[in-house]
Nanobody, 129 residues
Framework: QVQLVESGGGLVQAGGSLRLFCAASVRTTSSRTFSTYAMGWFRQAPGKEREFVAAISWSGGSTDYGDSVKGRFTISRDNAKNTLYLQMNRLKPEDTAVYYC?????????????????WGQGTQVTVSS
Protein backbone atom coordinates (compact mmCIF):
# COMPACT_ATOMS: atom_id res chain seq x y z
CA GLN A 1 0.00 0.00 0.00
CA VAL A 2 3.04 2.24 0.30
CA GLN A 3 5.71 2.65 -2.34
CA LEU A 4 9.01 4.19 -1.30
CA VAL A 5 11.69 5.55 -3.61
CA GLU A 6 15.04 6.72 -2.28
CA SER A 7 17.35 9.20 -3.99
CA GLY A 8 20.27 11.46 -3.19
CA GLY A 9 22.99 8.88 -2.76
CA GLY A 10 26.38 9.18 -4.39
CA LEU A 11 30.12 9.39 -3.92
CA VAL A 12 31.50 11.86 -1.38
CA GLN A 13 34.81 12.40 0.35
CA ALA A 14 35.21 11.76 4.05
CA GLY A 15 34.06 14.77 6.04
CA GLY A 16 31.52 15.73 3.39
CA SER A 17 27.73 15.78 3.45
CA LEU A 18 24.84 14.22 1.58
CA ARG A 19 21.08 14.52 1.86
CA LEU A 20 18.94 11.50 1.15
CA PHE A 21 15.33 11.68 0.07
CA CYS A 22 12.56 9.12 0.30
CA ALA A 23 9.42 9.84 -1.73
CA ALA A 24 6.34 7.95 -0.56
CA SER A 25 3.27 7.04 -2.56
CA VAL A 26 0.27 5.71 -0.68
CA ARG A 27 -2.53 3.94 -2.56
CA THR A 28 -5.64 6.10 -2.76
CA THR A 29 -7.69 3.09 -1.67
CA SER A 30 -5.73 2.87 1.56
CA SER A 31 -7.30 4.12 4.75
CA ARG A 32 -3.92 5.46 5.82
CA THR A 33 -1.87 8.41 4.65
CA PHE A 34 1.88 9.01 4.75
CA SER A 35 1.45 11.06 7.92
CA THR A 36 0.14 8.00 9.78
CA TYR A 37 3.32 5.96 9.24
CA ALA A 38 6.41 6.06 11.38
CA MET A 39 9.46 6.10 9.14
CA GLY A 40 13.00 4.88 9.37
CA TRP A 41 16.34 4.73 7.60
CA PHE A 42 18.47 1.59 7.57
CA ARG A 43 21.70 0.76 5.81
CA GLN A 44 23.46 -2.36 4.65
CA ALA A 45 27.11 -2.71 3.77
CA PRO A 46 28.43 -5.69 1.76
CA GLY A 47 28.62 -8.79 3.90
CA LYS A 48 26.88 -7.15 6.85
CA GLU A 49 23.39 -7.22 8.27
CA ARG A 50 20.95 -4.38 7.71
CA GLU A 51 21.61 -1.78 10.39
CA PHE A 52 19.29 0.77 11.99
CA VAL A 53 20.25 4.37 11.23
CA ALA A 54 17.38 6.62 12.29
CA ALA A 55 13.65 6.70 12.90
CA ILE A 56 10.97 9.36 13.17
CA SER A 57 7.42 9.27 14.49
CA TRP A 58 4.44 10.02 12.30
CA SER A 59 4.29 13.64 13.45
CA GLY A 60 8.04 14.19 13.41
CA GLY A 61 7.95 15.00 17.11
CA SER A 62 10.06 12.02 18.14
CA THR A 63 13.32 10.79 16.62
CA ASP A 64 15.88 8.11 17.40
CA TYR A 65 19.35 7.35 16.03
CA GLY A 66 21.83 4.55 15.89
CA ASP A 67 24.88 5.10 18.08
CA SER A 68 27.24 5.29 15.12
CA VAL A 69 25.42 8.25 13.53
CA LYS A 70 24.28 10.27 16.55
CA GLY A 71 25.33 13.89 16.27
CA ARG A 72 26.14 13.56 12.55
CA PHE A 73 22.86 12.52 10.91
CA THR A 74 19.43 14.16 11.13
CA ILE A 75 16.15 12.56 10.12
CA SER A 76 13.16 14.71 9.22
CA ARG A 77 9.93 14.49 7.26
CA ASP A 78 7.51 16.72 5.39
CA ASN A 79 4.07 15.14 5.55
CA ALA A 80 2.64 17.68 3.11
CA LYS A 81 5.15 16.48 0.51
CA ASN A 82 5.07 12.79 1.47
CA THR A 83 8.83 12.92 1.81
CA LEU A 84 11.36 11.64 4.31
CA TYR A 85 14.87 13.06 4.59
CA LEU A 86 18.22 12.05 6.01
CA GLN A 87 20.83 14.77 6.33
CA MET A 88 24.26 13.18 6.69
CA ASN A 89 27.18 15.32 7.82
CA ARG A 90 30.81 14.54 8.66
CA LEU A 91 30.60 11.35 6.65
CA LYS A 92 33.09 8.57 7.28
CA PRO A 93 34.23 5.68 5.05
CA GLU A 94 32.40 3.31 7.41
CA ASP A 95 29.13 5.02 6.44
CA THR A 96 29.46 3.42 2.99
CA ALA A 97 26.38 1.27 2.40
CA VAL A 98 23.09 1.01 0.58
CA TYR A 99 20.58 3.16 2.45
CA TYR A 100 16.94 2.14 2.66
CA CYS A 101 13.89 3.99 3.87
CA UNK A 102 11.04 2.06 5.45
CA UNK A 103 7.52 2.64 6.77
CA UNK A 104 6.02 1.23 9.93
CA UNK A 105 2.58 1.19 11.51
CA UNK A 106 4.12 0.83 14.97
CA UNK A 107 3.45 3.98 17.05
CA UNK A 108 6.38 6.19 17.95
CA UNK A 109 9.81 5.14 16.73
CA UNK A 110 11.30 1.68 16.44
CA UNK A 111 14.81 0.35 15.73
CA UNK A 112 13.56 -3.13 14.88
CA UNK A 113 13.61 -3.74 11.14
CA UNK A 114 10.91 -6.38 11.57
CA UNK A 115 8.50 -3.62 12.60
CA UNK A 116 8.71 -2.06 9.14
CA UNK A 117 6.26 -3.32 6.56
CA UNK A 118 7.32 -1.34 3.50
CA TRP A 119 10.80 -0.80 2.08
CA GLY A 120 12.34 1.12 -0.76
CA GLN A 121 14.92 -0.35 -3.11
CA GLY A 122 17.79 1.62 -1.65
CA THR A 123 20.32 4.24 -2.71
CA GLN A 124 24.09 3.74 -2.65
CA VAL A 125 26.25 6.00 -0.51
CA THR A 126 30.00 5.71 -0.92
CA VAL A 127 32.42 7.67 1.24
CA SER A 128 36.02 7.77 0.10
CA SER A 129 38.93 8.27 2.47
Amino acid sequence: QVQLVESGGGLVQAGGSLRLFCAASVRTTSSRTFSTYAMGWFRQAPGKEREFVAAISWSGGSTDYGDSVKGRFTISRDNAKNTLYLQMNRLKPEDTAVYYCAASTVPGTTKNKNDYSYWGQGTQVTVSS
